[in-house]
């Protein structure tokens, strides 16, 4: 299997944990922001999270230094047009990225400039390359809740003009969905799509309440549904796809080592599995590190790949046309 021609899809990425080391260091002098070095080992060395950390917290640490340059349109969109550059040039076909608005507001942006700026950088890349993408936006857990819907009003104005999806991230804490009910409804009322982040902390119920809650056609990760019966049974009738991300998994202590990870079990029960990055830097892969990851420690044939490609490209939210156009690749 030559793992780099083999068409991807990519549907859980994040923006902030993708960047080039090189681009923090170009960023850092341009913007005049003090960053512990200047050398790009030593930089890459802050950003890469260790092959185990104790757990999710100690990986979320990772994002600091990329976010602390974030912060202009022309910085947004560099980075934005790198990642999808990175992925087009290792043959993924689709890629859907993440990133939090809230993040990036230290220097004056509105949400409106932010979320522009990303898609600008995009469109940039789609243009060059044969790759379609699109941006889900993540509202971080940790911060104050009282601008969730102006980031979601924001969006509204781009969505299926490169935003498609509404989004939870940052650290799980057991039954968080519950405080954000009224914000899951205000964004599906605006037309967004939904996948949470749940269910990688151990956290099986959590799964459940996202899909039940929040109404999730997509879960991040959600690997903890195999020991929450009934988590695991709703994902399956409400055919619930879930963005496994292995090498980040195994990083994050949510599983013990990639021999643990469910993710060749669920696929073989017939769930609808996709395979995917996470962060490009911040666990040192790549999307053909991880399909070469999957197929080797899961047993996956050329045939079972194909079939996860199909499960990711039906279950993006591209457009129907981007779908067409993706399913063309596997014959």
């Not at 092959?51 to 912060?71: G, H, I």
């Not at 999730?216 to 409400?238: P, Q, S």
């Not at 994050?252 to 609808?272: M, N, Q, W």
């Not at 499960?311 to 014959?331: M, P, R």
Request: glycine share 6%; aromatic share 8%; hydrophobic share 40%.
């Amino acid at each position: 299997m030559n793992y780099l021609q083999l068409p991807k899809i990519d549907l859980h990425c994040h923006l902030d944990g993708s960047v080039r080391p090189q681009t923090v260091i170009d960023l850092a002098k341009i913007q005049g922001v003090s960053i512990p070095s200047h050398n790009v080992d030593d930089i890459k060395a802050l950003m890469v999270a260790p092959e185990s950390c104790p757990n999710l917290d100690e990986y979320l640490t990772r994002f600091a230094l990329p976010v602390s340059v974030m912060q202009t349109e022309s910085a947004l969109e560099r980075i934005s047009f790198e990642l999808f550059e990175d992925a087009a040039l290792e043959n993924v076909k689709y890629l859907e990225v993440r990133f939090g608005p809230q993040l990036h507001r230290k220097q004056g942006l509105n949400f409106e400039q932010i979320i522009a700026s990303v898609v600008k950088g995009m469109r940039r890349a789609e243009a060059l390359y044969d790759i379609k993408g699109n941006y889900i936006l993540s509202i971080i857990k940790v911060l104050p809740k009282d601008d969730i819907n102006e980031v979601i009003d924001a969006g509204a104005k781009f969505l299926d003009k490169g935003v498609v999806a509404f989004d939870l991230a940052a650290s799980e804490e057991p039954g968080f969905c519950h405080e954000y009910i009224p914000y899951a409804k205000y964004a599906l009322d605006k037309g967004y799509r939904i996948t949470i982040h749940a269910g990688e902390q151990g956290v099986g119920q959590n799964v459940y309440d996202a899909i039940s809650l929040l109404g999730a056609e997509r879960i991040g990760h959600g690997i903890h549904i195999n020991n929450h019966k009934d988590a695991y049974e709703l994902v399956r009738a409400e055919a619930v796809a879930l963005e496994a991300c292995p090498s980040s998994n195994v990083q994050t202590k949510a599983v013990e080592s990639i021999e643990s990870h469910p993710l060749g079990e669920f696929y073989r029960d017939g769930l609808l599995v996709t395979i995917n990055t996470d962060n490009r830097t911040v666990s040192d892969t790549t999307m053909t590190k991880e399909l070469q990851l999957a197929v080797e420690k899961f047993n996956l044939s050329e045939q079972d790949y194909f079939k996860i490609y199909k499960i990711s490209a039906e279950n993006s939210f591209a457009s129907n046309e981007v779908k067409q156009s993706l399913l063309k690749y596997i014959g």
